[in-house]
């Protein structure tokens, strides 16, 4: 953990702010049509939990994050950059209604965007 990453995940306000965020962020995808769909039949008591786990940890938080390998919870469920991005973008809304600056908006966008290929399973080449 860098002390950037660290400043980052302070400056959002740590780990109750990044709870809230998460739960925020939760009401806009279960409202989603496009996204609300990988949610039924989930815990989103646990769900929530585990993302706040993964975000807190994602910005460089004390938290560790307790959940199964990103590669492994989302194999095979049909996730795209489509409904990443869309994920993604309700964050990014969240974000910006409680004034996070852009700077520290594309920090977070940053960090998430270095698990996407685990996250839809794509797999990048390098020519």
Do not use: W
């Not at 049509?33 to 994602?58: S, W, Y």
Request: net charge negative; charged share 25%; aromatic share 8%.
């Amino acid at each position: 953990m860098n002390s950037e990453e660290e400043a980052l995940y302070y400056r959002l306000g740590g780990s109750g702010e990044i709870r809230q965020i998460i739960d925020d962020m939760y009401n806009r995808v279960l409202e989603d049509p496009l996204l609300k769909g990988f949610f039924e039949n989930v815990d989103m008591t646990k769900q929530r939990q585990m993302q706040t786990e993964f975000i807190a940890a994602a910005l460089g938080g004390p938290e560790k994050y307790g959940g199964l390998d990103l590669a492994y919870a989302h194999a095979g469920r049909g996730i795209t950059s489509l409904h990443l991005s869309a994920f993604v973008g309700h964050l990014l809304a969240v974000l910006e209604e409680r004034g996070v600056s852009d700077n520290d908006i594309h920090g977070v966008v940053t960090r998430i965007n270095t698990y996407a290929n685990d996250i839809t399973g794509a797999t990048s080449s390098d020519g």
